[in-house]
């Protein structure tokens, strides 16, 4: 960990975009969410990518404009059945938040990662209250490795309209994760049913992908992660594949068990972030001259070993189309601190403590290359580790994470930057669409061409700030001490 500096953690504040209470609004990936233009300027659109923070009730009604919570995603009348994907399940908290005219009559499917007798025991239990719930336990060889990911997929039907949208989060299913700490959502459209013409797909004719019979990568790319799950979601990939995922602008990057070789190993972990990275990403000049840096935050650290850290985990997250003409980004890691934790909303309900997990390379003032919103945290059994000559990748656990980038907004007239927003300043405008009235005249060469500005409300404040020489890393085996200093050295922390 000698080529990481870490970083002191800021007090995470939401994003200032519209929250998610009314669905109508929300129908495309590419929701204006404000033009700003000038009589003879540039023109510029801000675009919502779908990422939101969660709203805590530990912090300031400012701070929570924008935010979701698990009610808004849930409590619709109109929902026609659930598919939830996570790693700690509180059902009950998740049936309570279900809308009750649909609570108990709708199928609700849990796949969850209680691996072990006890909690296994505790959830088969409580899904005994509730009917039309089912439970899958995926399997895991791997003693060290665990279920997750953290997804939802939400089945609507209002008067007979159909649509689907899919979630992914960092949040495990339970009343502090939701409520308490600071967390990340993506949402997709609300994606309808394929047209007529589309369902023939169903029946293996090509889709909108030549070769393929799916209808668009983002479609490719969920079934592909299902299949991971075998035949116990056979029917949850039939349905899924009724629908138009074509709006979707997010990319899933996702890690399944077990030894990955060949094509397959570019699916998933650590090889599947490179080939994304080197399709979609180029850096600009400012980014490959002047330098940039990648922020990992995350809630835990495996065990890591430097080799992997410098060769795999460094090398992969510094890949891009240009990379070879472009600085090595600098690597930050942003961790809390004893301080912070001692002042949480655990603690002292001063601060909101993160959760959350992103990877993120900024440039410049706040300028973003990438950002990835994901739950796999820093550690070899979430992003796999290469063996045997880099032929093969070892991944212990499922994961799934979303990436974004400003080539996926770009058309023919747009020119997109992605910066990081703030409450203060939730729609950025580049510094350099900053401009005199003095300079605004009609020989603008620029005025066809629209800025299409792509917010994303980091957890973090930029520019990162470093541990100080007092500052001690919030870690397990301090954790452990305290415990013992507390209540004696028998006593086994939670």
């Known amino acids: 960990m000698s080529a990481t500096q870490q970083q002191k953690t800021t007090r995470p504040r939401p994003d200032d975009a519209d929250s998610e209470h009314d669905r109508d609004d929300d129908t495309h990936p590419l929701k204006r969410l404000k033009t700003a233009n000038q009589q003879n300027g540039p023109r510029v659109e801000h675009v919502d990518t779908g990422i939101r923070l969660l709203a805590s009730n530990a912090a300031s009604q400012e701070e929570n404009v924008g935010c979701v919570r698990l009610r808004d995603l849930l409590y619709h009348d109109d929902l026609e059945r659930i598919v939830q994907f996570n790693f700690t399940v509180d059902l009950e908290y998740l049936m309570q938040n279900i809308h009750p ?19 296994r025991a505790a959830i088969q239990q409580e899904a005994k209250r509730w009917p039309n719930v089912r439970l899958i ?9 665990t279920h997750h990911t953290k997804a939802m997929l939400l089945y609507f039907n209002r008067n007979g309209s159909k649509s689907i949208r899919m979630v992914v989060c960092t949040a495990n299913l339970c009343q502090d994760d939701w409520e308490v700490m600071t967390q990340g959502v993506y949402q997709t459209p609300h994606c309808p049913l394929k047209e007529t013409g589309e369902e023939s797909t169903l029946n293996g004719n090509e889709g909108t992908i030549v070769g393929s019979e799916f209808g668009s990568p983002f479609e490719r790319d969920l079934i592909n992660y299902l299949n991971a799950y075998g035949i116990s979601l056979k029917d949850i990939r039939s349905d899924v594949r009724q629908y138009d995922w074509s709006s979707c602008k997010g990319i899933l990057i996702g890690s399944v068990p077990g030894y990955h070789k060949g094509p397959t190993m570019h699916l998933w972990g650590l090889q599947r972030l490179v080939n994304v990275l080197k399709a979609h990403v180029h850096l600009d000049t400012e980014c490959t001259k002047d330098g940039s840096t990648l922020v990992a935050q995350c809630s835990s650290v495996g065990s890591l070993r430097g080799k992997w850290f410098q060769r795999d985990f460094t090398r992969c997250m510094s890949e891009a189309e240009n990379s070879d003409m472009a600085k090595k980004p600098e690597i930050r890691f942003m961790y809390p601190t004893v301080e912070e934790v001692s002042q949480s909303v655990d603690a002292g309900r001063q601060k909101v403590m993160p959760h959350i997990k992103t990877y993120t390379r900024v440039y410049g003032y706040n300028s973003i290359a990438w950002h990835l919103l994901t739950s796999a945290n820093l550690s070899r059994a979430a992003w796999g580790e290469f063996q045997k000559n880099d032929s093969q990748l070892y991944i212990k656990s499922y994961e799934l994470g979303v990436f974004i980038c400003p080539s996926l907004f770009e058309n023919s007239t747009t020119n997109v930057q992605m910066l990081a927003a703030t409450v203060q300043v939730p729609r950025p405008i580049p510094n350099t669409l900053v401009v005199d009235d003095d300079d605004n005249d009609n020989n603008n060469t620029n005025n066809n061409i629209t800025t299409a500005v792509v917010p994303v409300r980091l957890p973090y404040d930029l520019p990162v700030v470093a541990y100080g020489k007092n500052d001690l890393c919030y870690t397990r085996q301090y954790s452990h001490d305290a415990y013992n200093q507390l209540f004696g050295t028998g006593y086994s922390s939670p």
């Not at 336990?137 to 490795?145: E, F, L, M, N």
């Open 101 to 119: 005219a649909v609570r108990t009559k709708i199928p609700v499917t849990v796949i969850h990662g209680h691996r072990y007798d006890e909690s």
């Open 137 to 145: 336990a995926p399997y895991i060889q791997d003693r060290y490795g």
